[in-house]
């Protein structure tokens, strides 16, 4: 199903270490970010999100409600040199989202749970067309001569 809206703005990307999240694993201190956010704004964001809302299962209204809580201006985007790729995080709604009255229309777990996993396949999708279609860096790790053979 497609989804038919317009793409949210670009996100500022934070100044902070990804080792922060619990959700990234990150080798190395070198961001990119000011990088990154220039290819964002040159059109990255726009295609990932175009080629998101092709195959998203995130319905209008759902989308509404991540828009409506700021959760596209909360994804973070780094470069993680070690494993030569953009790491992301993405946004989710907390667990105690009840309890939070968060969204007059956030009403069941179904929704909450669309809402989160739509946002990590919207990082994926960034984080895949930044890499495959404007990144043209190489990483800087060179692993050791001593590495096993496997």
Do not use: C
């Amino acid at each position: 199903m497609e989804l038919d809206v317009e793409t949210p703005p670009v996100p500022e990307l934070p100044e902070l270490d990804a080792d922060a999240y619990d959700d990234v694993e990150v080798q190395g201190d070198e961001y990119r970010r000011e990088e990154i956010e220039e290819l964002l704004h040159e059109g990255a964001w726009a295609d990932a999100f175009e080629s998101w809302a092709a195959e998203t299962d995130l319905n209008t209204e759902a989308f509404d409600i991540a828009v409506d809580l700021g959760m596209f201006a909360e994804f973070d985007f780094f470069w993680d040199d070690f494993a030569d790729r953009v790491g992301y995080h993405a946004p989710g709604i907390p667990e105690d989202w009840r309890e939070r009255d968060l969204h007059p229309d956030l009403d069941s777990w179904e929704t909450v749970s669309g809402i989160n996993a739509s946002m990590a396949e919207f990082g994926e999708s960034v984080s895949r067309t930044l890499k495959e279609d404007y990144i043209d860096w190489e990483a800087d790790y060179e692993a050791p001569d001593d590495l096993p053979d496997f």
